[in-house]
Every structure is written in C-alpha cells, then in structure tokens.
C-alpha cells in the first residue's frame, strides 16, 4: 500500500512537472504563431535577410489560386504589410511598426478581438489606426487624437500620413503593446506606395502537420518565382534552440526526479521483501518453488505499481485540467520577465496526452525494473537463515 | 525397509577453517508409524539432524536414504517437490502464515500440491477439527494462543497426509499445559492416521511420552532406546 501510494505520488509529481514544462512551450509557440510569424510565410527569397518593403512582392492571378487550392479548408492565408517608422504626438516621436491587417482573418487568426480595450475594431475598415496602449501613454493620445506617420515607402518613396487614432490594444507581449500601429491592409499598402505588393503573407494551419504538409505542396509551384515559404521553425531559430535548451534542462530535472522517485519505491519495495523473507523461507521450507514465489512477487508488485500509476493518473488529470484553465498568475519580478520574452504572465499546463501517456509508462517501465529486486531475492535467499528469524 | 535411512552421515561447519562438528558418523534408521524423539544438550546438532533429513540441509559426507533414494543427489527443485510430497513441517516459533486464516494455512500445501478444491477444504476441516480447533477455521494467527498455533502447525503438517513429520522443538515455546495437549494430539494422530513422528526436545516430560529416544551429544549417537508397547 505504501508503495501503491509512493508510485501514486510520483506520477502525479511526475505528470505536473511536465505539464508546466510543456505547457509553457505550447504557449510560446503558440504565441509566436499567432501573433507573429504563423504556421508558415510566403516571403521573396530576400526578405528574410533583409525586411524592407523593397523585397514586397504580388501574389495574386495564378499564384493565388495554386495557393488556395493547395490550402483547402484546413488553412488560410493572411496578407500582411510590416514596416518600421516614427510615430509623432503632439510632443512626442517614437519609433514604431504599422502593420497592415484585414480585421477579421486576424481575429480568426488570434482572437484579436480581446485584446481591443478601446474603440469598435471593425472601423478599422476607415481611415484610422488602433495603437498599443503603451505606444499611446508614451505618445500622450487619446481616442480621436491624430497620430502622424512618417516612414519610407516603396524603392525609397515618401510615406507620411496623419490618422486619427480610432482605438487601443491592449496585449500582454510588450513589443505589441508599445509598438504597434494596426491599420487596414490597404491602408497600408496607400501609405507605403505598394499597390497590390504586400510584404509577406502568413499562412496559419489546423496544426504543424497540415502546415508541414502546405509548405511542401506549395514549394514547387514557388521555383523560379523568386518568393519562397517558410516554416515558423526557420523564421524563429532562436525560439528553436531556447526550446531545445530549455527541454534538455527540463529532461535533467525528470532525470533526478525519476532517480528520486526510484529510490524512494525501490525503499518501500526493499522493506516489504525484507519483512517478508520469513514468509518466504516458510513457503519455500513447506514445498513452493522457488520460481513460484519469484512470479508471485512479481505479479504482486506490478499490480501494486499499475493500481499506483492508474490511481495517480486519475489524481493528476483532474489537477492538471484545473491549472489548464486556471492557470497560476505569476507576480512581481518574474512576471515582468515573462512578459519580456513575449509571454503572458501566467503559468501554463499543457493536457497534451502524450504526458499521461509518456509518464504512466515511464513510471511502469520504473517499477518493473526495481520488481527485479524480490524477484531475485525469491531465488537467492537461504531458507535455514530466514526460518530462524 | 526402513523408511529413513541416514549412513555414515557427518556435518561439518567451517571445515576449512576451524571445523565444527555438527553430526559425526550418524547411522540411524527410523521405521514407519514411529513415535521419536531426538534428544541431548543444546548445540548437539539436533536441529541440523531434522534439517537433513527434512531436505533443508545437505550432508557434509554420508547420505540420507528416504525410500531407499539418496535426497542429497536430488536436483534443487526436486528436494523442493520432495518436501512439498512426503514431508510435514512443525517449527519451534510455528511458523503460520500471518495474513492467512488457518484453515487456509493448512489448506496451503494440498493447493501447492494442486489437489482438489473439494478435498481440499473437507480435509483441511477434518485435521483442524482433529487438533480439536472446530471453532477457529476462520481466525488468523494473531487471533490464535501460542498453543492453538502450534496446533494448526500440525494440522497442516499432517493434512496432506505426508510420509513423515518433523518437528523441531515444537512444544519450546508452549506452557506445560499446552505441551502436554499439543503431545496428546500427536500421539493420537501417531495411532489413527499411523503417522511418522520424529520430534526434538529438552522437556523430560515430552520424553516420557515418546516410544524411542535417540540421544545425541556433540553430534554423535550417544543412545538411542526403544520401548516396547
Ligand atoms: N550455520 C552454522 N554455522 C556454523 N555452525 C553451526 C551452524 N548451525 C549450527 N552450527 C553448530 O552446529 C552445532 C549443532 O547445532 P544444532 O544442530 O543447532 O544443535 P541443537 O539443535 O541440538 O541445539 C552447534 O555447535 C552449532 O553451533
């Protein structure tokens, strides 16, 4: 029973750490595909090097329709202008970046929508612009303030323009929140002299497989066009390696606490066999054999091990579907520095099934290496010494 | 023919070292439906001569006959399936199985023998009512006086109708009362079911009741007396 307990214990501690240590990676990707880069982007070969608005390119006529033929229902494509310039106040200039969006494909695509604190996002269709809330406070404006813009168009035009600010956003990722000036696309595309060039398209899919699935289709039909498509994984090879980085550490961290947990079953398993060796002798002493009672034992232990991992999987579900949807605030310095990298100040859980899975055999895998404990006590242990006890 | 046979049998502990000699040129022959105890001061090597020929313990030199077949020849298993078969077990500290009720620890060896769950059960019920245990087939040890133990210790000994019992010291640990019952029911059982018993003891009065006593001293024949009658 103990042991049944102690296996219990592990996997629920087993399954929450890798849950945080999971979820935490769901939310950054998902966060960057989302509010950045999307599954996939359509881009001129150049443009990764270099993002200028002189690398912006047409997709439309032939292309367009290869490309949405190849998407399907299973995803869809978001054009998108990008560029860098200074936004004026009354009394203030800051850098900033206007990002070219159709309202409703970025809703869909990120929930826009909860983000808008201020203003009636579909008047985006006018003229005007929605600004972060930090870009707002550091610029000194209002609602119905004009913001003025001063940037670089298309091979070096002039791009100046005045907008009335028609409302805020409010996001926790603070390159949003203190940089961005959302405008229609078209909009955007006036200002910057761009005509039907867009900069970049992104493409957002179901999931990694039908976005891998897209890039590959779509691939042929980009040779000799000068464009290419590109996975978020090449558009964000830091993110990449810091993931990386930050499962191997996570692995480290299962390692020892697997050790642990091995050591303290391999304790509760070691004293049970002890107490028992009388028994043992007994039996052995009476006429069962020896390869009866190794069978027994072990039969015995992986049931106790598999009712600790059930049960323990059973407890953690329910813990972890709690913290999934409320998931821990974090507060004060840590809170600032996730908010740096880009994250919501909360501590996500994943429910990905692949954990239950992955620790309910890691935990069996486990136990059926310490059963081998009495199992070879069964056969070695001598019967004159253990009777007398 | 005998149905134990030891010959030339020798124990010798530490024989590189300084040897102990536990059993020194035993040669003893025991008969069916005896009633015999082995005697003689602590550490003469009563304990190791029930150890041999219970198939626990295997001879220096010399051999242990049992129906004519030398045990200390068998393989592992086979002395295992030969204690399981022919041999009744009684020890000195009773030696019940704690989580077990007792009528299933005298059920335990017919089940480890696979018989019948039938025969099983009634037979169980007859050797605890013989012990005169009726009343207490559903207690567990814990539940039971150290003489109602020792008392299933020999009704599953018995149960399965074994070709002899062995019991070391088995009224050690009992009151004189719960000794001198204990011996009565093993005598009886001696005459009904025409068991083999062969026995260790210090207590004069288990001596006195039984029909041969073999005395060792520094694991060595000393006597052995038969009565008649
Ligand atoms: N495992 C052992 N190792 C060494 N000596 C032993 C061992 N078992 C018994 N002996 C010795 O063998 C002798 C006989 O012991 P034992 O058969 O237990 O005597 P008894 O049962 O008559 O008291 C004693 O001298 C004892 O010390």
């Known amino acids: ?389 | 023919m005998p149905i134990i046979q030891t010959k030339k049998l020798y124990k010798i502990y530490n024989e590189d070292t300084i040897p102990v000699y536990a059993l020194k040129d035993l040669n003893l022959d025991f008969e069916v439906g005896e009633f015999t105890t082995i005697v003689g001061p602590s550490g003469s090597g009563k304990t190791t001569l029930l150890n041999m020929i219970g198939g626990l313990d295997v001879p220096t030199r010399g051999s242990v006959l049992v129906d004519g077949t030398d045990i200390s020849t068998l393989k592992k298993n086979q002395v295992i399936n030969f204690r399981l078969h022919h041999i009744g077990f009684v020890f000195q500290s009773y030696n019940l199985i704690p989580v077990l009720t007792a009528l299933e620890n005298v059920s335990l060896i017919m089940e480890l023998q696979n018989r019948e769950k039938k025969e099983i059960r009634e037979r169980a019920i007859h050797v605890l009512e013989e012990v005169g245990l009726a009343d207490k087939l559903n207690s567990r040890p814990s539940e039971l006086s150290g003489g109602q133990q020792q008392r299933v210790a020999v009704a599953r000994a018995l149960a399965s109708r074994p070709k002899y019992v062995l019991a070391d010291e088995p009224t050690a640990n009992l009151d004189s009362k719960s000794a001198m019952n204990l011996l009565d029911i093993m005598a009886r059982l001696n005459k009904d079911e025409s068991m083999t018993f062969i026995f260790s003891t210090h207590d004069q009065r288990v001596i006195e009741r039984a029909r041969r006593v073999v005395t060792l001293v520094d694991g060595a024949l000393y006597e052995d007396l038969k009565k008649e009658g």
């Open chain 1, 1 to 389: 029973m103990i042991t049944a307990g102690s296996v219990m214990f592990a996997v629920v501690l087993a399954l929450t750490m890798e849950s945080m240590n999971k979820g935490s990676h769901e939310q950054m990707i998902s966060n960057t595909l989302r509010f950045g880069t999307g599954y996939l982007q359509i881009q001129d070969t150049a443009y990764y090097e270099t993002p200028s608005l002189d690398f912006s390119f047409d997709l439309s006529g032939d292309l367009l329709q290869k490309l949405n033929s190849t998407l399907g229902n299973h995803a869809y494509a978001i054009p998108r202008i990008e560029s860098f310039v200074l936004a004026a106040g009354e009394l203030d200039t800051r850098g900033a970046i206007v990002t070219g969006i159709i309202p409703e494909l970025e809703d869909r695509m990120n929930g826009f929508l909860k983000f808008v604190s201020q203003g009636n996002f579909t008047s985006l269709e006018e003229k005007g612009v929605f600004i972060g809330s930090g870009l707002a406070k550091r610029l000194t404006l209002n609602v119905k303030d004009t913001l003025v813009i001063i940037g670089q168009g298309f091979q070096g035009m002039q791009a100046a323009a005045k907008y009335p600010v028609l409302g805020f956003v409010s996001h926790p990722m603070e390159f949003i929140d203190n940089q961005m000036i959302y405008m229609h696309v078209k909009e955007a595309a006036w200002l910057f002299s761009l005509d039907q060039n867009r900069s970049h398209w992104l493409i957002m899919a179901e999931n990694d497989k039908k976005a891998k699935e897209v890039k590959r289709e779509f691939e042929k039909h980009l040779v000799g066009t000068g464009l290419t498509i590109l996975h978020w994984e090449e558009l964000q090879p830091d993110l990449v390696k810091a993931l990386a980085f930050d499962s191997a550490s996570g692995w480290v961290m299962q390692i020892i606490l697997y050790v642990v947990i091995a050591f303290g079953i391999f304790g509760t398993i070691l004293t049970m066999t002890l107490e028992r060796q009388k028994e043992f002798a007994i039996l052995v002493s009476l006429g069962m054999k020896r390869h009866i009672l190794a069978l027994q034992c072990f039969v015995e232990t992986i049931m106790i091990s598999f009712l600790g991992v059930f049960i323990g999987l059973g407890i953690g579900f329910p813990i972890l579907l709690y913290f999934y949807f409320n998931p821990i605030p974090l507060r004060g310095g840590l809170s600032d520095l996730v908010k740096e990298y880009g994250m919501e100040p909360f501590l996500p859980f994943s429910m990905s099934p692949s954990i239950f899975l992955m620790q309910g055999i890691i935990m069996l895998i486990l136990s059926l290496i310490i059963t081998a404990y009495p199992v070879w006590r069964s056969f070695t242990f001598q019967i004159l010494k253990n009777l007398r006890r």
